[in-house]
């Protein structure tokens, strides 16, 4: 194995480490009776083999004294016997209760870690701006959130702590048997060395089969979650077998990734049991010998094969543990990398919060490069009086939807000055500045909740009467109350138990009851057969009135309700008048656009 992967594997450990370190503290006095339990295991183990050691030179000296005397064991032994006998019951008791207790407080302090950690990994994913998570993918992220951080609260538990008692347990083993005889203490650590050896070279290897199988696992969830995502399409286009193949193969690099991450680990443990049966019978033979040299008693030697035995148990389980606590780095690292993504978008300081505003919006100066780098706005700068509804039109890849994303601080330009009512959007907190705007996009997002939920997700504080007044001017209070049981009728996820229009009408009350003063309308009527059209089209009325509203649209039959046109093209507004003025002008891009799409109605 390469010093490149031994390197790599410790890296990969310390971020873990760093990355978990935080959140035990908060725990710290749970661990530490954890851990206090768990040095009372250590001690009930080094004490358990005494009892036999005595009991064991009590019954041969009673046998001694019996062959030489030709009598028979005496009441004294058995009253020794019983004596031993009830003290190793209650160590073994002890030991029992010491590791239960550290069992149960290490699994609180690993459940309760991995719950912070999953929150805080969760919030960081959701501050981070739609440039990662238009590159990233939904399933891998997932799997990061759910399976990574599982993994690692397992781990935690079945590994981690019974390695820390196993090491603990390894070195007060090895101070004892110094003592009780040097030479047999060497098999020990000799021993011991040979397995940090071996261990040395194969846990890279193992971190590196782990972190290849939680990649293709991830990589995994990703096509599964992308192909049910898309499952009308594939069923339509029968793709099932494409889809299939292609999860087969990601299955299947995943199963070899998993299997040589297995075998590189029974392979360290199978080493170490060699190791083991070596030294056991080096110690049995050299013991044997010194007992009948009269160097030890039979009960030293038992004593010392018993602790033998408790030495090389650790050396067995970190073996083993060693596979899973690289497999736990793997999943840790994944973790870390989530964490260590950027967060572009953040609040100022000191913060500044919005006030209610008009709408008055004010693009300064802007300009801004798109995720390939090429030029998308040059020095654009528009005005737009509080109350006014624009049209915001242009070729697809334009940046329309971009530049309407600016007034959410979903992304930021890279120069320039975005101004809500005087406010610089880069100068307020998020909250305050989202929470003056209200957007409708053309596919309608509903959650996995009742509609009066879906609803109230516009402003959470929101009366039941509220909720209803809103769905009503939005046109959707009818075809509520038909549904089952109202406005308590659960949805399904993404609301597909609902047609689009509907969906649609729920997400402009949700608008509603937000009851914002500026209004983005990203291509809200789109879609939709001209029955849906229309109702949603007077309920879009309603929501916009009296509010700044930035529309962007290819239907034509919203721009009779609009005041201003705007085309965008080649990151400057190119034509910029009344709807009336605009459509008049056989030349312009607008009118040759609004031609072409009237033609395509008509055919």
Same mark, same amino acid.
């Given at each position: 194995?390469?010093?490149?992967?031994?390197?790599?594997?410790?890296?990969?450990?310390?971020?873990?480490?760093? !990355?978990?370190? #935080?959140?035990?503290?908060?725990? /710290?006095?749970?661990?530490?009776?954890? $851990?206090? +339990?768990?040095?009372?295991?250590?001690?009930?183990?080094?004490?358990?083999?005494?009892?036999?050691?005595?009991?064991?030179? *009590?019954?041969?000296?009673?046998?001694?004294?019996?062959?030489?005397?030709?009598?028979? !064991?005496?009441?004294? =032994?058995?009253?020794?016997?019983?004596?031993?006998?009830?003290?190793?019951?209650?160590?073994?008791?002890?030991?029992?209760?010491?590791?239960?207790?550290?069992?149960?407080?290490?699994?609180?302090?690993?459940?309760?870690?991995?719950?912070?950690?999953?929150?805080?990994?969760?919030?960081? =994913?959701?501050?981070?701006?739609?440039?990662?998570?238009?590159?990233?993918?939904?399933?891998? @992220?997932?799997?990061? $959130?759910?399976?990574?951080?599982?993994?690692?609260?397992?781990?935690a538990v079945t590994a981690g702590l019974p390695l820390v008692g196993n090491v603990l347990t390894l070195l007060v083993l090895l101070g004892v048997v110094i003592v009780l005889d040097p030479v047999l203490a060497g098999v020990v650590v000799a021993t011991a060395a040979a397995y940090l050896v071996l261990s040395r070279f194969s846990t890279p290897r193992i971190t590196d089969a782990s972190r290849a199988t939680r990649k293709g696992e991830g990589q995994l969830v990703s096509s599964a979650a992308e192909a049910l995502g898309a499952i009308r399409v594939v069923q339509a286009y029968g793709l099932e077998q494409t889809v299939a193949a292609d999860f087969a193969g990601g299955n299947e690099r995943a199963l070899r990734a998993g299997v040589r991450a297995r075998r590189l680990a029974a392979g360290l443990e199978r080493s170490t049991d060699l190791l083991v049966g070596a030294a056991t019978a080096v110690v049995l033979g050299v013991g044997g010998w010194q007992v009948l040299r009269g160097a030890m008693t039979p009960g030293d030697m038992v004593l010392f094969l018993m602790y033998?035995?408790?030495?090389?148990?650790?050396?067995?389980? !970190?073996?083993?543990?060693?596979?899973?606590?690289?497999?736990?780095? *793997?999943?840790?690292?994944?973790?870390?990398? $989530?964490?260590?993504?950027?967060?572009?978008?953040? &609040?100022? @300081?000191?913060?500044?919060?919005?006030?209610? =505003?008009?709408?008055?919006? *004010?693009?300064?100066?802007?300009?801004?490069?798109?995720?390939?780098?090429?030029?998308?706005?040059?020095?654009?700068?528009?005005?737009?009086?509080?109350?006014?509804?624009?049209?915001?039109?242009?070729? %697809?890849?334009?940046?329309?939807?971009?530049?309407?994303?600016?007034?959410?601080?979903?992304?930021?330009?890279?120069?320039?000055?975005?101004?809500?009512?005087?406010?610089?959007? /880069?100068?307020?907190?998020?909250?305050?500045?989202?929470?003056?705007? %209200?957007?409708?996009?053309?596919?309608?997002?509903?959650?996995?909740?009742?509609? /009066?939920?879906?609803?109230?997700?516009?402003?959470?504080?929101?009366?039941?009467?509220?909720?209803?007044?809103?769905?009503? /001017?939005?046109?959707?209070?009818?075809?509520?109350? %038909?549904? #089952?049981?109202?406005? &308590?009728?659960?949805?399904?996820?993404?609301?597909?138990?609902?047609?689009?229009?509907?969906?649609?009408?729920?997400?402009?009350?949700? +608008?509603?009851?937000?009851? +914002?003063?500026? =209004?983005?309308?990203?291509?809200?009527? @789109?879609?939709?057969?001209?029955? *849906?059209?229309?109702?949603?089209?007077?309920?879009?009325?309603?929501?916009?009135?009296?509010?700044?509203?930035?529309?962007?649209?290819?239907?034509?039959?919203? $721009?009779?309700?609009?005041?201003?046109?705007?085309?965008?093209?080649?990151?400057?507004?190119?034509?910029?008048?009344? #709807?009336?003025?605009?459509?008049?002008?056989?030349?312009?891009?607008?009118?040759?656009?609004?031609?072409?799409?009237?033609?395509?109605?008509?055919?």
């Amino acid at each position: 194995m390469s010093r490149n992967s031994r390197t790599l594997s410790r890296q990969a450990l310390r971020r873990t480490l760093r !990355m978990i370190v #935080p959140h035990l503290r908060r725990h /710290r006095l749970l661990a530490l009776g954890g $851990l206090l +339990a768990l040095a009372g295991d250590v001690v009930f183990r080094v004490l358990e083999p005494w009892p036999v050691k005595y009991a064991v030179d *009590a019954v041969t000296a009673a046998l001694g004294a019996r062959v030489a005397a030709g009598t028979g !064991m005496g009441e004294d =032994v058995g009253i020794t016997l019983v004596t031993w006998a009830l003290i190793l019951a209650a160590l073994v008791a002890g030991r029992a209760l010491c590791n239960y207790a550290s069992t149960v407080a290490f699994a609180l302090v690993g459940s309760r870690v991995a719950t912070e950690l999953r929150s805080r990994v969760f919030d960081h =994913v959701q501050s981070l701006s739609l440039r990662y998570h238009s590159r990233a993918s939904v399933g891998d @992220t997932s799997q990061r $959130l759910v399976g990574d951080i599982g993994r690692l609260q397992e781990v935690a538990v079945t590994a981690g702590l019974p390695l820390v008692g196993n090491v603990l347990t390894l070195l007060v083993l090895l101070g004892v048997v110094i003592v009780l005889d040097p030479v047999l203490a060497g098999v020990v650590v000799a021993t011991a060395a040979a397995y940090l050896v071996l261990s040395r070279f194969s846990t890279p290897r193992i971190t590196d089969a782990s972190r290849a199988t939680r990649k293709g696992e991830g990589q995994l969830v990703s096509s599964a979650a992308e192909a049910l995502g898309a499952i009308r399409v594939v069923q339509a286009y029968g793709l099932e077998q494409t889809v299939a193949a292609d999860f087969a193969g990601g299955n299947e690099r995943a199963l070899r990734a998993g299997v040589r991450a297995r075998r590189l680990a029974a392979g360290l443990e199978r080493s170490t049991d060699l190791l083991v049966g070596a030294a056991t019978a080096v110690v049995l033979g050299v013991g044997g010998w010194q007992v009948l040299r009269g160097a030890m008693t039979p009960g030293d030697m038992v004593l010392f094969l018993m602790y033998l035995k408790l030495a090389m148990k650790p050396l067995r389980d !970190m073996a083993k543990y060693t596979g899973r606590i690289a497999r736990a780095t *793997a999943s840790g690292e994944r973790i870390a990398d $989530l964490l260590e993504e950027p967060v572009e978008i953040g &609040d100022p @300081t000191p913060t500044l919060a919005m006030g209610r =505003v008009d709408g008055d919006i *004010a693009f300064d100066s802007v300009s801004a490069r798109d995720g390939h780098g090429r030029e998308l706005f040059r020095d654009l700068s528009l005005h737009i009086p509080a109350g006014q509804r624009v049209g915001l039109l242009g070729p %697809s890849g334009a940046g329309k939807s971009t530049l309407a994303g600016y007034l959410l601080r979903l992304a930021d330009p890279d120069s320039g000055h975005v101004l809500i009512d005087g406010y610089d959007t /880069r100068r307020v907190t998020r909250a305050s500045l989202r929470s003056q705007v %209200s957007i409708l996009l053309q596919e309608s997002v509903l959650f996995a909740g009742t509609v /009066r939920e879906n609803i109230r997700f516009g402003r959470l504080d929101a009366a039941d009467h509220e909720v209803e007044e809103a769905a009503r /001017r939005a046109g959707a209070d009818e075809f509520i109350r %038909s549904l #089952p049981a109202g406005y &308590d009728t659960v949805l399904g996820q993404r609301g597909d138990t609902l047609s689009g229009g509907q969906r649609q009408r729920i997400a402009i009350a949700r +608008a509603l009851v937000r009851d +914002a003063p500026v =209004v983005i309308l990203d291509e809200a009527t @789109t879609g939709l057969d001209p029955q *849906a059209r229309a109702l949603v089209g007077a309920s879009v009325d309603e929501l916009t009135r009296g509010r700044t509203t930035l529309a962007i649209t290819h239907d034509l039959g919203m $721009l009779a309700g609009l005041d201003r046109l705007l085309w965008l093209e080649n990151g400057r507004i190119v034509e910029d008048g009344t #709807p009336r003025r605009l459509l008049s002008q056989r030349e312009g891009r607008i009118a040759q656009w609004a031609a072409t799409q009237l033609k395509q109605v008509r055919t």
